[in-house]
């Protein structure tokens, strides 16, 4: 029997939005959706702000009983210590986050986050209870040397290579060549990989977290061709970045279902 997945869409704020915009956006973004009477059902909603709008976000979210859900746009592998600039994960379950990000293309590039720090960082968001987003892709360069598959289905192994049997795991696959371009991958080259990214978490977590773990879609994601990727039977959902932070264009990703019926 198939096992039934919720579609997580989830926008990535990056270093964007101050507090108070934060309580705005997300305001806006509740009240959006309620217009349109989404069904959190069809589609789950996840909102990834800067370190400093989360206390903002949980306790809007929570005195208004919003059904949006949040995360970290990273977390430290450390718990805590003598570690300048890093934030716990501990920390991030005391402001009820759901989610982390780990593993962004950025954090690799311009942080030189390596494969097994990264796999320290989802054993740390597990310790805390949190569920890590692992984000995977292949450069152009990777995507001419190996095709497209074998970079990401690498760095995944090594991500859940600590990681206990069954444990929960979003995994989002960004050709780093689509992020911010305005190209995206077609949904059937997401196909292909998101499929070979699930059959390394059966190979890793267990047959029964293979078919549950959800795989997101990321990469110059927008209203216009969001419901082609969910039409797939692999991909689950979508990370997406520039167009998470207008309103009414993200409200339109996750009300994918009422475009042409998916």
């Known amino acids: 029997m198939a096992v039934k997945r919720t579609p997580l869409i989830a926008g990535n704020?990056?270093?964007?939005?101050?507090?108070?915009?934060?309580?705005?956006?997300?305001?806006?973004?509740?009240?959006?959706?309620?217009?349109g009477n989404h069904d959190y059902a069809d589609a789950e909603v996840a909102v990834f702000p800067p370190f400093t709008d989360l206390r903002s976000v949980q306790t809007l979210a929570a005195a208004d009983k919003?059904?949006?859900?949040?995360?970290?746009?990273?977390?430290?592998?450390?718990?805590?210590?003598?570690?300048?600039?890093?934030?716990?994960?501990?920390?991030?379950?005391?402001?009820?986050?759901?989610?982390?990000?780990?593993?962004?293309?950025?954090?690799r590039e311009y942080h030189h986050e390596t494969d097994e720090l990264i796999a320290e960082k989802v054993a740390a968001a597990h310790r805390h209870g949190i569920v890590p987003i692992i984000c995977v892709?292949?450069?152009?360069?990777?995507?001419?040397?190996?095709?497209?598959?074998?970079?990401?289905?690498?760095?995944?192994?090594?991500?859940?290579?600590?990681?206990?049997?069954?444990?929960e795991v979003v995994v989002?696959?960004?050709?780093?060549?689509?992020?911010?371009?305005?190209?995206?991958?077609?949904?059937?080259?997401?196909?292909?990989?998101?499929?070979?990214?699930?059959?390394?978490?059966?190979?890793?977590?267990?047959?029964?977290?293979?078919?549950?773990?959800?795989?997101?879609?990321?990469?110059?994601?927008?209203?216009?061709?969001?419901a082609g990727f969910l039409r797939e039977k692999d991909v689950d959902g979508a990370l997406v970045g520039g167009a998470s932070l207008v309103v009414d264009e993200f409200a339109a990703i996750v009300r994918f279902k009422s475009h042409v019926g998916v």
């Open 66 to 107: 919003y059904s949006l859900a949040y995360g970290a746009q990273d977390l430290s592998a450390h718990d805590s210590g003598a570690y300048t600039g890093e934030i716990s994960g501990a920390f991030l379950a005391a402001l009820d986050a759901k989610y982390v990000l780990i593993g962004h293309s950025e954090r």
């Open 172 to 226: 989002a696959y960004e050709p780093v060549w689509a992020i911010g371009s305005g190209q995206a991958a077609t949904a059937e080259q997401a196909q292909q990989v998101a499929e070979a990214l699930r059959a390394v978490v059966a190979e890793e977590l267990g047959a029964e977290a293979g078919e549950s773990t959800r795989i997101l879609y990321g990469g110059s994601v927008k209203s216009g061709n969001i």
């Open 137 to 167: 892709g292949e450069t152009a360069d990777d995507l001419e040397k190996h095709g497209a598959s074998a970079v990401p289905v690498a760095q995944l192994r090594t991500a859940l290579g600590g990681a206990k049997k069954g444990s």
């Open 13 to 35: 704020w990056k270093l964007n939005l101050d507090h108070l915009q934060a309580i705005a956006f997300v305001q806006k973004l509740h009240w959006k959706l309620e217009e």
